[in-house]
């Protein structure tokens, strides 16, 4: 069954599309979030980027989805490639005129929150086309591991690399960006285009589907409040500099731990796919999610906060295969764009909108009460869930 996924060639080739364009992304953002800092030293400021990208990404994503249904999903994908190697580029002319600004940064942010509404619909509603069914789970795992790769030697690599510079950065990822383009524009499926015409009903048929099947909107929505509180990835760059007293390249390591995790993890569901009592090992992940970001809140030692880091990863990496999957499997797909939709807001909500409230929260309190709170809030979404969603929690199997 594996063998079957590495022999298809439109698979692999999206697959090696997703791993470039997924590095220049981490690269990318880990420095901007350093340029950023090291620019303002605001911890608001820091917040802002998450937050730039979030509300073009959440107005977006829904008309995104609907445009997935009807277009071909490759090429849409390939445009939000090109759209961030443009970002690249003009982040180097910046810095060639001696022209960055805080502006600039927060006006960039919000192209990338636009390529990010288009590109994650596309890909998730592309990827069941490229494989059979019986394949799903471990193309899902597989494509989760392409992300963990890419997100280990993105933000290491960034983080070397702006040792001679930020625009060092930004051009390789533009160069990395633009491979993703033709990777992309060479997979070859069968689209089916659809002809719905596009009114309120239809963009926002995928939020009715979720919402009438509550695995789904179980499984969704604790990823959303889980990473919500307990993301800390805005605050890395406070932690590297103030508390650690590490530099770029430590932050970029930091970067790359949960990466580290759950590529880890992906190799473990590979060989052995999640198939019995799903939704009690969804639930468990969570709470161990939100314990593994409390100790790195507290954590003044490089090597703990490392580990700590990895074990949030692991434990993401269970959430996202198994909601993933049973989203995949539970949608016809003619409205996998819509519904892919839905969950790239959930997902975007708790990664965008999460670096804001670490940000905001960080300016009030100090960074450490933030990552702590938010930790403890995690464990308690767990506990909460439980009870909300008791047919997520009693779900056997995924499909």
Known sequence: MTQSIFSNQAFMRFWMARLVGNMANMMLMVALAWHMYDLTGSAWDLGLVGLFQFVPSLVMTLPAGHVADRLHRGRIFAACMALQAVVALLLVAAMMAHAESRVLFLGVSVLLGVARAFMMPAQQALTPMLVPTSDLQRAITLSSSAMQ??????????????????????????????????????????????????????????????WQRKVLLGATSLDLFAVLLGGATALLPIYAKDILQTGPEGLGLLRAAPAMGALIMSLVLMRWPLRRQVGYKLLGAVAVFGLATLVFGLSQHFGLSMLALMLTGAADNISVVTRLTLVQLETPDDMRGRVAAVNSIFIGASNQLGEFESGATAELWGPVASVVVGGLGTMCIAALWWRLFPELARRDRLA
């Open 149 to 210: 790769v890419s997100v280990i030697a993105g933000p290491a690599l960034g983080g070397v690399l702006y040792i001679w510079g930020a625009d060092v950065v930004y051009g390789a990822c533009m160069l990395l960006f633009i491979l993703a383009t033709a990777l992309t524009l060479v997979v070859r499926y069968c689209h089916q285009a659809t002809h719905i015409a596009a009114n309120w009903s239809t963009v926002l048929a995928g939020m009715s589907f979720v």
